[in-house]
């Protein structure tokens, strides 16, 4: 049990959600009370809710790809919601800029895990939509945004979906989002490191980013240079989607 939080079955749900606002986050999770479409997040769209201490998002778990038009939302022995609060909850706790996390439901059918988690929504916009308005004048808030990922590495946490719509510039900070399948592990190696800045990379180039803006990011990371053969790998991997996508 995580510190903080309360276990309640609800509606042939469990749910882990936050002791002090327990009832209506557990009703928004499991039930949809109280929700309204915010738009989309990952592979699925956003609900919105209103909770004592100001508004919530739920995001559904949903897969991607060609998997998605047989299992949509289920997941053979993966407990996606509860892993994923686990990890963001424990970056919360250590200081990371983060939203508040709220709570995970989840329902088991068998071996298949269906849910949702919950967060605070934080006035902010997303890397992306930040540098495509301030276009230059971004890379003071890219450096700070490799800062946040090295220390989000220096917790032992890696991303497994690093791209610039998971990144959220906030009136004050940057913040980092959706731990989904995100590992915790003793030590994030220079090689894992490596794969989630180049991970990044593809994702600014893929929304046609200026490249400095990333050299910013990395230089605030502290990273000046990639293994070659993953440099390569990742570039090519890259020219195989463009090719695909076409």
Known sequence: MLAGFTHI???????????????VVSAALVEGEGCHPAGEGGRGALMRFAYPNGSGLVRRYRRGGVIRHFLKESYLLQNRPLRELGVH????DEGLSVPVVLGA??????????????SDEIASTTLLEYARE????AERVMDECGQLIR??????VYHADLQVKNILIGEDRAYLIDFDNASRLPV???RLRARNLLRLRRSFEKHDLPGPLFRALCAGY?????????DRLYRAKGTFSDYVSR
């Open 9 to 23: 079955s609800r509606g042939g749900a469990e749910a882990l959600v936050r002791e002090e606002w327990a009832d």
């Open 134 to 137: 301030r276009g230059a004048q």
């Open 151 to 156: 220390r989000m590495h220096e917790l032992g």
């Open 89 to 92: 909850a424990f970056l919360q």
């Open 222 to 230: 502290g990273a000046d240079a990639f293994p070659r053969w993953l």
């Open 105 to 118: 439901a989840w329902q088991r059918r068998g071996l298949w895990y269906r849910g949702a988690i919950a």
């Open 188 to 190: 994030v190696s220079d």
